[in-house]
């Protein structure tokens, strides 16, 4: 199996399967440079739900 990585909200840093628990991590990614780049992938489809025309909260 491929190795995974994922970000760690705690520690601010990549990590392997063996670090923090699932609970405080955001992946798993395919590469260090995907995990790397998660907040700024959360915060892109943040951005797209909040703004989809489907959805109405008015």
Do not use: F, I
């Not at 670090?19 to 590469?31: E, F, H, I, M, V």
């Amino acid at each position: 199996m491929a190795e995974q990585y994922y970000y760690c909200l705690d520690h601010k840093s990549v990590e392997s399967e063996d670090g923090c628990k699932s609970a405080d991590r955001l992946g798993p990614y395919t590469s260090r440079d995907e995990a790397t780049h998660a907040l700024e992938k959360v915060e892109q489809r943040n951005e797209a739900w909040d703004t989809d025309p489907r959805w109405n909260d008015d």
